[in-house]
């Protein structure tokens, strides 16, 4: 599990290709570092993967044609930057909310609110997801714990404060950057009931 605070921003330095299989390998810093092992779990944008190697503060971890495809992963080369959190353990301190690391789907940013002292993004997502986007609501992006700020059709948005936008990766995406989404397990679990609730309902009545 994971809380939605990113812990740093981490570099990748190294990409290996294989067949059906990529390994990226990330530097993280000392304090990250510290008490890791393989087959631990690090959330990557949001993405949970698994720890397969460690050398000193290179990490690496081995990414599916899967993942590749359905996060913004597989867009990355060497020298990107990515949001970094370790696994949450027993006790910690859960300043977001939790999240599972299963990036459910990609969304786009189509627009880019600049304000003092703060900035707002709009994104765009399939339209299959959009049932579980509720205004104040919590939402996952690129592995940011987010509160949804205002909604319009197709497309919500976020409100964000200095504070993320220097400590994160979002500071620096751009109108139409793919970000990963996670959409609160909570929020999915309670639409979907409702929704299977009202088709019986509709089904006994007709």
């Known amino acids: 599990m994971f809380t939605g605070i990113v812990q740093e921003v981490a570099t990748l330095v190294e990409l290996q290709e294989s067949e059906g299989l990529r390994r990226h390998v990330v530097e993280l810093s000392p304090a990250l570092c510290e008490g890791l092992e393989p087959g631990a779990s690090v959330s990557h944008n949001g993405c949970c993967l698994t720890v397969a190697s460690i050398d000193g503060q290179r990490v ?21 930057q990515l949001n970094i959190e370790r696994a949450a353990r027993f006790g910690d301190e859960i300043g977001g909310h939790a999240m599972s690391g299963h990036v459910i789907c990609l969304g786009r940013i189509t627009e880019i609110e600049e304000a003092p002292n ?82 019986a309902r509709e089904g006994a009545a007709g």
């Open 60 to 80: 690496s971890f081995d990414l599916m044609r899967e993942t590749l495809a359905t996060t913004n992963l597989g867009e990355l080369a060497v020298g990107s």
């Open 118 to 199: 703060n900035r707002r993004l709009w994104f765009s997502l399939p339209e299959a997801y959009r049932r579980f986007v509720f205004e104040k609501g919590y939402i996952g992006i690129d592995g940011i714990s987010l509160t949804v700020g205002a909604l319009r059709e197709g497309e919500f948005c976020v409100n964000l404060i200095p504070e993320t936008l220097a400590r994160t990766v979002i500071g620096s995406r751009s109108v139409g950057d793919h970000v990963n989404i996670e959409i609160d397990p909570q929020t999915q679990t309670i639409v979907e009931t409702v929704e299977r609730v009202m088709a």
